[in-house]
């Protein structure tokens, strides 16, 4: 939890300049942070946590992350694969359908990025949505 603050306290610092009230998008930063906060406690706690952006999803609605843990000699191992949807940061999984991911620490940083780039409840549940794998 104290790990969640931090990348918080750090995440918010500079966010507020980065984002316009009229596009509602949250930041690859943002997106980065929430991927961290969607692991268990015991993913959390590996040191060398890193959440690379996949490239090509840019043009997506959603924001395609794979946590990476650094902690091995010679290269890194996959923790996670999460789609973040980068209109309410809700996090998925990128690998199962319909997998929402859900924890305290997730929630309380979802609703500061939300309250930042001005996303209100009313706008948050239009947007809504079950995520990219799952039939709407």
Not at 19 to 44: V, W, Y
Not at 64 to 88: C, F, M
Request: glycine share 6%; with cysteine; hydrophobic share 40%.
């Amino acid at each position: 939890m104290m790990r969640i603050c931090m990348i918080s306290l750090l995440l918010f610092s500079g966010a507020a300049s980065a984002t316009s009230s009229s596009d509602h998008k949250i930041s690859t930063d943002q997106a980065k942070a929430l991927a961290i906060a969607a692991l268990n406690p015991q993913q959390r706690k590996l040191s060398k946590l890193e959440a690379i952006p996949d490239d090509a999803s840019s043009a997506s609605r959603f924001t395609y992350l794979t946590v990476v843990w650094h902690g091995v000699k010679n290269g890194s191992i996959v923790v996670e694969n999460y789609a973040i949807d980068t209109y309410t940061g809700d996090v998925f999984s990128s690998t199962g359908e319909c997998d929402e991911k859900k924890n305290k620490g997730l929630t309380i940083l979802q609703a500061q990025i939300r309250a930042d780039v001005h996303l209100s409840p009313l706008q948050y549940r239009k947007m809504k949505t079950k995520g990219p794998l799952c039939s709407q």
